[in-house]
């Protein structure tokens, strides 16, 4: 596609729920980034991937969390057990490889209610 | 880790004035620094990045310089816009890593 793909743009689960957020990255990137952004915040570092492998996941909050890329495409960010401080904007990245740039998608708002 | 600091949090200026936004980074072996621009409820979008082999690098009214002795970057807009109203965040990352990104300074162009 033309750019990053994210979805849902919205997601709103109850406490205690399971959610999945999904990331298309552009075609043909092998590096992908979660990052997650809270209101009048940097986005804070996640995960990251090159091809199907975790590269690094140091940024990953807790165990609820987890994320994979099968195909070394698509992404889908798992969280376990919501809890309300997991509200945020989730953001995922996309390129090409090292220090280039990385495209960011719109996000999917995650509100915990 | 790397540690990225970024200030002002919030910087007014003028139509027509320069704006400047400075950022400190702490891991000496990072050597990619990009700047993205965030307008309210969009995605993070690049508009300048620069690596350690060089010190300064502009496009238009937009330039950023390295001091990598001092592990410091700076963004400069010159004969800023309203439209450059937004908030800008700084990075840094080495290699095919993560980025690290500053608090995020938010500009506001007086007309």
């Known amino acids: 596609g033309a750019g990053v793909s994210q979805t849902p743009s919205n997601k709103v689960t109850e406490k205690g729920k399971y959610v999945e957020l999904r990331c298309d990255p552009i075609s043909g990137h092998t590096a992908l980034y979660w990052y997650r952004q809270s209101l009048g915040q940097g986005p804070e570092f996640l995960i990251y991937?090159?091809?199907?492998?975790?590269?690094?996941d140091s940024g990953l909050p807790n165990d609820r969390f987890f994320a994979v890329r099968p195909e070394g495409s698509v992404s889908t960010l798992k969280i376990q057990r919501t809890e309300r401080g997991d509200s945020a904007v989730y953001l995922c990245?996309?390129?090409?490889?090292?220090?280039?740039?990385?495209?960011f998608g719109q996000g999917t708002r995650l509100t915990v209610v | 880790g790397e540690n990225v600091e970024q200030h002002p949090s919030t910087l007014s200026v003028q139509e027509g004035d320069s704006a400047v936004i400075k950022c400190t980074y702490s891991?000496?072996?990072?050597?990619?620094f990009p700047w993205y621009k965030q307008e309210l409820g969009k995605r993070p979008q690049l508009i300048i990045d620069i690596r350690s082999n060089v010190g300064e690098k502009k496009d238009q009214r937009i330039a950023v310089t390295l001091n990598k002795t001092a592990k410091h970057f700076s963004l400069h807009i010159t004969e800023t816009q309203p439209e450059d109203s937004a908030v800008y965040f700084c990075?840094?990352?080495?290699?095919?890593?993560?980025?690290?990104f500053g608090q995020g300074t938010r500009l506001t162009i007086n007309p």
């Open positions: 891991d000496s072996a990072s050597n990619y």
């Open positions: 991937f090159q091809g199907t492998g975790a590269a690094d």
């Open positions: 990245a996309s390129s090409t490889g090292a220090n280039t740039e990385a495209f």
């Open positions: 990075a840094a990352s080495k290699g095919a890593q993560k980025l690290v």
